[in-house]
């Protein structure tokens, strides 16, 4: 069964600091892996797709890595702000049926 | 382009209570999922629809939920009889055929059982 774990639980830094979000998972064989984005009483938002194939996805201030071999991505914010608090959550798929395993989630607080 | 709705958005019921949840894809889009989501967790597959045919329903307990999706478009997922551990964020997701298509996700149902 796929397990996926995300360090640390909870970050504050403040605002202006780059940073580092960590995410593993334990069955190498994954279709993807995607980072989303949730803020409080909504839904979550797609970040970035990482294919199996790829090793990096950057989109603006956010790059994601993926290292299938080891189980790990992570997700880098440069020059972070208030408006990126939030919880982040990291998820693989297997297979074509896309079905995701999430992570736990980290939850990001920028101190203006 | 509308994104994916659900309704309501917040239910409080007593435990053995039956609830509902609606939900309305994106047009278009042939998958839906519904995810439960546990306060402090990431969300969990319930079941996976393509069209109005169940794909993966595994990680459903049966014995109290249950869902449809009879015209291959809105989805309802229903709780009958409630318990105190059902008190999650119930999400909705679909997506476009393709297994390199990204999941686009709703608003979410928040329940709280008391």
């Known amino acids: 069964k796929q397990e996926v774990t995300q360090i640390p639980a909870a970050l504050s830094v403040p605002e202006g600091e780059n940073l580092v979000l960590n995410c593993s998972f334990t069955d190498s064989a994954i279709y993807n892996l995607q980072w989303f984005r949730q803020d409080p009483g909504k839904g979550l938002t797609s970040l970035l797709l990482i294919q199996s194939s790829q090793r990096e996805q950057t989109s603006g201030r956010l790059n994601a890595s993926l290292d299938k071999s080891s189980g790990r991505s992570t997700l880098y914010i440069a020059a972070s702000q208030p408006g990126d608090s939030a919880t982040y959550l990291c998820a693989v798929t297997k297979g074509a049926s896309n079905q995701f395993y999430f992570g736990t989630g980290t939850s990001l607080t920028v101190i203006p | ?114």
């Open chain 2, 1 to 114: 382009e509308a994104g994916v709705a659900q309704s309501p958005r917040y239910k409080i019921i007593e435990k053995r209570q039956s609830v509902a949840f609606w939900c309305n894809p994106i047009s278009g889009h042939a998958t839906l999922y519904w995810y439960q989501q546990i306060l402090g967790q990431g969300p969990k597959l319930l079941i996976q629809f393509q069209n109005n045919g169940v794909v993966d329903d595994s990680q459903l307990p049966k014995d109290r939920f249950s869902a449809e999706r009879l015209k291959g478009v809105d989805s309802t997922l229903k709780i009958q009889p409630a318990k105190l551990e059902d008190s999650a964020v119930y999400l909705c997701a679909s997506r476009l055929p393709g297994a390199r298509e990204t999941q686009y996700f709703g608003p979410g149902t928040r329940l709280l059982v008391l």
